[in-house]
Structures are given as C-alpha cells and as structure tokens.
C-alpha cells in the first residue's frame, strides 16, 4: 500500500510538471524589422507610431516595374492598376552575401524574402545579447512565414550560368531550411503559408515547440517582398484595393485594402529559461 501511495504521489507529481510546462508562459526576447518608411529597427518602428508619419509611397524604382504602363484609372482594364501608392521596403536589393558564407552569384539567385530572413535572425538573436555564431549545433528552431513566390517566376528560362540556382533560391519551402543550414541551427526548420495570418502561425507554433521541449529557442516571424506587381494586379481586377494605398479599417471612408512589403522576427525562449539566463524580457505570450 506504501509503494502505491509512492507511486500514485510521483505520477501525479510528473502530471503536474507537465501541465505547468504545456502551459509555461513563452519571452519575447529579442526583435528585428524592416517596415516600410525606412524602420530597420524595433524603436525606429515605435518612432513612426509615435510621430504619426505615413510610410505609404509609390512603387519601388529598383524592380524593374513599367510603373507608367501598369498605371490605369480604369479598374476594369487587365494587367494594370488603378492604384499609385504602396508601402515598399527600401534598398531591399542591398545584401552582403559573404557574411552569410554565401557567393555572388548565389546571392542573386535567392528571393530577397531569404535574404531578409537570414539579416532579420542574425539581429534578433544580437538583440537578446546572443552571440548568433554560438548557437550552432543548439536547438534552435526557425518558423517563417512567407507567401510571395515570384522572384524565380520573372524568367521563362535560367540566365547563363545560373542554372542550378533559381529554384531553390525562389522556394519558399527552402527559406526556414537556408535559415537552419547557415547558422547550424538544429531543433525545427519550419516555412509557412497561410496568407496573411502566416506571421502568427509561426509564433504559434514556435510557442509549442518551446513548450513540449523540441527546442530551447525558436525564432518567428515573417517577410513579403513583391519582386514583381503581380499580386497587385490581381486584387485590382477583384477591385479590393484602396484608391490612395491605405487602409481605413472601420472608417466611413473604407475603399479596400492597402498592400506592403515587411520583415519581421522575434526569438522566443521559455520564460523560466530566460530568467535564469538573466535574457531580456521584452513581453511575455501567455
């Protein structure tokens, strides 16, 4: 009867223990971005709310877009807008591929949304007070939402000297795994299309993969970059987007949608974890 006593005491205990990690609050404990208005930083962004400025302009000069062909007032006429405003990430095209081990040529085949992934982890994690290069081999888990797969899709046929290249450097499957490849990172590799929810799917599931003990930190977030106005295109047809480019959510004066370009990740860690590890706690997902 003592042994049963003992032993109904332990499994409850371990019930216990589990219960409270299945449901251990997650930290927030560090956050990179790149926004439309030239925000590269989480206090650039709070600078922006703050001071009320409007980071909706026109369409990006460095893409290569026919912008007064696609122009058109008509909504009803195919492959153009009738719109002249978006909020467009700036210098996009800017990259330094050796720091990230990879090649020129290489470079130029990736999607810039993977090229923003590996710059948005490696200043995440530096804003935590980690070394990026010291997690290799650890368990840390990448999940990244991405939507936009038209990067590779501009060319019928593979430039010379680029074949080999474009399909996976164009592959939203591949992003989260090129993220967990550079950094020798070994807990889940996980790309995410959802849509517009993508972003909150990632948190989501890097918040239980914390907590089942998958990984000891997870990073989530997610990037959009428009290489080309297809999408843009598209919605005018569906007549969804807002005359000016911004939305009025909940106002009188509500048009449509507005569309823009952003990255944005934070690493998470369990919040027992960070305390002990004296990380910052920056907010805490409950």
């Not at 439309?36 to 001071?51: F, Q, S």
């Not at 992003?175 to 299309?193: H, K």
Request: proline content about 5%; hydrophobic content about 40%; aromatic content about 6%.
């Amino acid at each position: 009867m003592k042994r049963v006593t003992v032993d109904l005491h332990e499994a409850r205990s371990r019930a216990e223990q589990a219960e409270a990690r299945s449901s251990e609050p997650i930290a927030i404990v560090g956050m990179a971005c790149r926004l439309p208005g030239g925000t590269h930083t989480p206090d650039g962004l709070w600078e922006l709310l703050h001071e009320g400025r409007d980071a909706v302009s026109g369409f990006p000069a460095d893409r290569g877009w026919d912008v007064d062909a696609l122009y058109d007032e008509d909504p009803a006429r195919p492959g153009t807008l009738y719109v002249r405003d978006i909020g467009h990430l700036r210098d996009v095209a800017d990259f330094d591929p050796g720091f990230f081990g990879m090649s020129p040529r290489e470079a130029l085949t990736v999607d810039p949304q993977q090229r923003l992934l590996l710059e948005l982890v490696w200043e995440a994690t530096e804003h935590a007070g980690i070394a990026p290069r010291s997690l290799r081999g650890s368990r840390t888990g990448v999940f990244a939402g991405l939507m936009y797969n038209d990067y590779g899709s501009r060319h019928t046929t593979a430039p010379d000297g680029f074949e080999g290249y474009i399909g996976n450097g164009s592959s939203a499957s591949i992003a989260s795994g090129r993220v967990a490849y550079t950094f020798g990172f070994q807990g889940p590799a996980v790309s995410i299309d959802t849509a517009c929810s993508s972003s909150l799917v990632a948190l989501h599931l890097a918040c239980q993969s914390l907590r089942q003990g998958e990984t000891t930190l997870a990073l989530a977030g997610g990037v959009a970059v428009m290489s080309t106005p297809s999408a843009l295109v598209e919605y005018s047809r569906l007549r969804a987007l807002s005359r000016d480019g911004r939305c009025k959510a909940f106002a009188e004066g509500a048009d449509g949608t507005g569309f823009a370009e952003g990255g944005s990740m934070v690493l998470l860690e369990r919040l027992s974890d960070a305390e002990r590890l004296g990380h910052p706690v920056l907010a805490v997902v409950r």
